[in-house]
């Protein structure tokens, strides 16, 4: 998904940042419990933005809490672009995505709530990770690195899969979650059909250095 160009004028500009506030203050309820009960009063007082101001960017809760799941995916997607730049092994950036991704549950805690709660509806959509995840299936497919499948019910399997891990990194924060997301990383792979050997090897390949991605991101 493109970066928006930025507002060109003052009363755009403030019509970007209520909007902002909105998406903010619904994610922030998305992690911290999943209920979208909240009533739209309550949203815009958290917003610090006036009632009314809502019907000017929504037309009801359904759209603000969607567009709020969508933003907190493509912030997760672009963080995993960012970090991951320069991989082209297919097999690598799998695996990284969901090491990466037990990570953030302490880096990013509001992202991985969000993906907790709601990512299940969005494991088959056109943004955020399931876009990524899915050209990396195709491209693992396309040069023979995964075994020939269903690229749908290939992201099924690796979404439904980084949300249980996402939920063992909640349920059970007495583990080493870089080994637990190692480990699952490597089943994952077995499954597209990297041998087991490369498997366990390329699944704890040294992350790439987070100043450096930031760099070759530039």
Do not use: C, W
């Not at 969901?98 to 969005?122: D, I, N, W």
């Amino acid at each position: 998904m493109p970066t928006p160009a930025p507002p060109s004028n003052r009363f755009e500009r403030r019509r970007a940042e209520t909007r902002r506030a909105l998406i903010r203050a619904a994610r922030q309820i998305l992690a911290e419990s999943g209920d979208t009960s909240a009533s739209i009063q309550a949203i815009a007082e958290r917003a610090d933005v006036g009632f009314g101001s809502f019907y000017n960017h929504f037309e009801s809760k359904t759209e603000l809490f969607e567009a709020a799941v969508v933003d907190a995916l493509e912030e997760f997607g672009q963080a995993f672009d960012e970090r991951l730049a320069g991989i082209d092994d297919p097999a690598e950036l799998v695996a990284a995505g969901f090491r990466l991704s037990a990570r953030m549950a302490e880096s990013r805690p509001e992202l991985m709530q969000v993906l907790r709660h709601r990512g299940m509806g969005h494991i088959h959509s056109d943004n955020g990770l399931a876009r990524r995840a899915l050209r990396d299936i195709e491209a693992g497919l396309a040069s023979g690195r995964f075994t020939p499948v269903d690229p749908a019910v290939a992201l099924s399997a690796l979404g439904g899969t980084l949300l249980a891990l996402v939920e063992l990194r909640f349920a059970r924060p007495d583990l080493d979650g870089d080994e637990a997301a190692a480990s699952v990383a490597e089943m994952v792979l077995r499954m597209l059909g990297v041998t087991p050997t490369e498997a366990h090897e390329v699944a704890r390949r040294p992350l790439p250095d987070p100043a450096r991605s930031a760099t070759a991101a530039r």
